[in-house]
C-alpha cells in the first residue's frame, strides 16, 4: 500500500513587537511524529530556525539554539496557523 505524503510549505506574516514579520513554515515528512520546520529573519537579516512538534493536540515550539522572546511568545500563534493550513490542505 503507497502512503503519499503531501508536502505542505506556507508563508504568513505575523504582527510581533509591532512589526509585520514573514515565517515560513514547512511540514517535514517521514518521521514518526508530526512536525514543522520555521524559519523567519530577525531585524539584522539573520535566518532563525525552530521547531514547532505536536504535543498532544497543541503544537509547542521547540529549539535546539535560543530563539528571541518575539518569537517565543507568538508560538500560539503559531498553533492556530498550522491547524488552518492543515484543514484546507
Known sequence: MLIQ???IQFTRLVKTE???REFNFRKVNGLHEELFSVDVSDDRGN???FKMIK???EWVLQTEHPVPDWVRNTSSKFNELIEEE???S
Open 5 to 7: 505524503n503531501r508536502n
Open 55 to 57: 504535543e498532544g493536540s
Open 18 to 20: 509591532g512589526r509585520l
Open 47 to 49: 535566518r532563525i530556525m
Open 86 to 88: 492543515l484543514k484546507i
